[in-house]
């Protein structure tokens, strides 16, 4: 299993600039989170994905930030216009378990290895 | 907004040494996880600990978890090189499925 990846691994851009990260779960998995890691906030869930569908986008930061899961096996976020604040690590995560199950249920997640983005 | 908070921020032991870390969270959980984050890696689940246990083991990683005092600690005993790493609890509150939320992560430092 090749476990979670994520495109590019590293992602210089210029501010105003579209960056589009991309992330392809584990085969399986019904579940998928997009989080930000940066020094002063830790690590943050943006969205999670179940079975394709957005259930919770309340950690998107802004109108500039737009999260996409087409099919199963790929997922998009996408920052337009990017500003130099947005410089962070971006995981994607997923998971075998989904709002069935709910409370009993094994919440362990598998992440990908990040996108290192930095907006100059 | 991260919900818990760990202690020490930073642990530097000697390799062979036990190692202990310490993370304390603020609502009711379902349960709370302990990943590991190698530097410029993704974050690797190491233990799941459920709301009605209060110790878990597995190989040289002991966890416990005190409901009443909203904390949880993980043990690394005899230490190795390998073992440096950020750790992050993780805990799924209560009502909810699938959020993890994460504390601020302990950075530990293993000398050989």
């Known amino acids: 299993d090749a476990g979670v990846i994520q495109s590019p691994r590293h992602e210089v851009t210029e501010m105003g600039q579209e960056v589009t990260l991309r992330c392809k779960p584990i085969s399986g998995h019904n579940s998928l989170f997009w989080y930000r890691q940066t020094m002063m906030r830790g690590l943050e869930l943006l969205i999670y994905?179940?079975?394709?569908?957005?259930?919770?986008d309340s950690g998107m930061p802004e109108d500039r930030f737009s999260a996409k899961m087409p099919n199963a096996s790929f997922s998009t976020l996408k920052i337009q216009p990017s500003e130099p604040r947005d410089s962070a690590v971006y995981f994607c995560?997923?998971?075998?378990?989904?709002?069935?199950?709910?409370?009993?249920?094994?919440?362990?997640?598998?992440f990908g290895p990040g996108t290192r983005l930095t907006v100059l | 907004s991260q919900q818990g908070e760990e202690d020490p921020q930073a642990l530097s032991i000697q390799e062979g040494e036990n190692a202990t870390m310490n993370c304390s969270y603020k609502?009711?959980?379902?349960?709370l996880q302990w990943y590991r984050q190698n530097s410029g890696r993704g974050l690797v689940h190491l233990i799941l600990?459920?709301?009605?246990?209060r110790e878990k083991h597995s190989g040289r990683l002991r966890v416990t978890l005190d409901t009443s005092k909203k904390s949880s600690s993980l043990l690394i005993t005899a230490s190795r090189a390998a073992d440096t790493a950020s750790y992050f609890c993780a805990t799924v509150p209560l009502d909810s499925s699938y959020k993890l939320i994460f504390g601020s992560g302990t950075r530990l430092l293993v000398r050989p």
């Open positions: 995560a997923s998971s075998p378990t989904g709002l069935a199950g709910h409370k009993s249920s094994y919440n362990e997640q598998f």
């Open positions: 609502t009711s959980i379902n349960n």
């Open positions: 994905f179940n079975n394709n569908v957005p259930i919770d």
């Open positions: 600990i459920r709301s009605n246990e």
